[in-house]
């Protein structure tokens, strides 16, 4: 040991912004919602049901976030713990097909099947979206296999193949499940993974050009399809009063009212105006209520938390977690800023939501979970690379 070397933990800052994003997501959710929940029939369930979803989730990331980032990262290497993560996340992503586990309320060839549901009495006692785990079960993959295979990846059977086929399973399942933005996050991911690992660029060139071709099939090649309107209708919100047009039309207005200050928690009232404002659009409720100021501060606060995350990436010595690290953090900052974008205007809307705020007990659960990793990540970097130090108190 070094004696009077002091060592900055900045894994505690790490974990003061997760509890602070999540305890300002439950705040925002709530001020958004409660209008929602007050005109619902006088049920609990289905009256706070924006918010029950990420209180359950909250309340077992009590238990579960210790555990995660405690656990020691070498047994989430062991081979069968990988294999057993990858089938449970893609069978759970072939439920929402089947109709026994599909919502009370699902209508066959209208609604996405998104959703696992499961039912009692005829009405839905929990849904969970199994898209959501694999933000968790396709970094751990790629982590696992290519640091397994790192003195091989020149090669292509070890290299860029096994991550093609996991990504495009996941894609592919993703996709028949109707969420285009969720399978793009995935992809994308994959390719960050892929590149902090050295795999060859000309591989990146090859899978490029194959994700453009598919993206233009899916897009362009429909043109009655949803993805196809909502960029066609891009900038021009009077085509689409109703709908996506009527909801960012909103936004702006949300957003340009907040002014410097905002109008305080709960004091909002365009929000009241903007259908299902608590789920994608939670952003433009916030902006309404704290303003430039309480703006700057939570994408200060995400900034904080993404880079202590890609510092410790970038610092560990380990490949495998180093891999982790970006998989896992990238996904939450690459949400945070299309949803973002999406309020205000700036790019079509997509469907993706806001890490930590908006509704969904689902999104919440892996998120906190991929950040609980994080900080098991960033916590094992300090201890390895400043042993000889004396922990700062």
């Not at 070397?5 to 505690?12: A, G, L, P, T």
């Not at 990504?167 to 933005?181: D, G, H, K, M």
């Not at 009212?257 to 659009?281: A, Y």
């Not at 995350?309 to 690290?325: D, E, G, M």
Request: charged share 15%; hydrophobic share 50%.
């Amino acid at each position: 040991m070094k004696e009077g070397r002091v060592i900055f933990r900045y894994d505690y800052i790490l974990v003061a912004a997760v509890l602070l994003l999540t305890s300002l997501g439950m705040v925002t959710l709530y001020s958004a919602s409660y209008l929602f929940a007050a005109n619902q029939p006088l049920r609990f369930r289905d009256g706070w049901a924006p918010l029950f979803g990420n209180f359950w989730a909250c309340v077992i990331m009590v238990a579960l976030f210790p555990t995660l980032a405690l656990i020691k990262l070498d047994w989430l290497k062991k081979g069968w713990v990988i294999v057993s993560v990858v089938m449970v996340t893609a069978a759970l992503n072939v439920l929402p097909f089947l109709e026994f586990f599909q919502k009370t309320t699902h209508r066959q060839g209208v609604d996405a099947m998104r959703w696992i549901a499961l039912k009692h009495g005829g009405r839905d006692l929990v849904n969970f979206q199994p898209s959501e785990l694999i933000k968790v079960a396709l970094p751990l993959y790629l982590a696992y296999i290519l640091d397994k295979n790192k003195d091989k990846l020149d090669k292509f059977v070890y290299g860029p193949l096994p991550p093609v086929l996991l990504t495009a399973l996941f894609c592919i399942l993703v996709l028949f499940q109707s969420n285009f933005s969720e399978a793009a996050l995935i992809a994308l991911t994959s390719l960050i993974i892929c590149f902090a690992a050295g795999i060859r660029l000309r591989w990146f060139a090859v899978a490029l050009l194959l994700l453009a071709l598919v993206s233009y099939g899916l897009i362009i090649g429909n043109p009655e399809g949803r993805w196809y309107q909502r960029i066609a209708n891009f900038g021009m919100q009077e085509r689409d009063p109703t709908d996506t047009g009527y909801q960012i039309t909103l936004s702006i207005e949300a957003i340009k009212s907040g002014g410097f200050w905002g109008k305080g928690i709960g004091q909002g009232t365009l929000k009241m105006r903007m259908p299902e404002v608590h789920g994608d659009f939670v952003f433009a409720s916030f902006a309404e209520e704290s303003g430039f100021i309480g703006v700057f501060l939570y994408l200060l606060l995400t900034a904080v938390f993404a880079g202590i995350c890609y510092l410790s990436a970038w610092k560990s010595r380990n490949r495998y977690t180093q891999l982790l690290a970006f998989g896992l953090v990238t996904p939450i900052a690459v949400q945070t800023l299309l949803n973002i974008a999406v309020v205000a205007n700036l790019i079509p809307t997509t469907g993706v939501p806001l890490p930590f705020v908006s509704s969904g007990g689902s999104s919440l659960l892996m998120t906190l979970s991929g950040a609980a990793l994080l900080v098991n990540v960033t916590r094992q970097q300090i201890i390895s690379e400043e042993m000889g130090g004396v922990y700062a108190r």
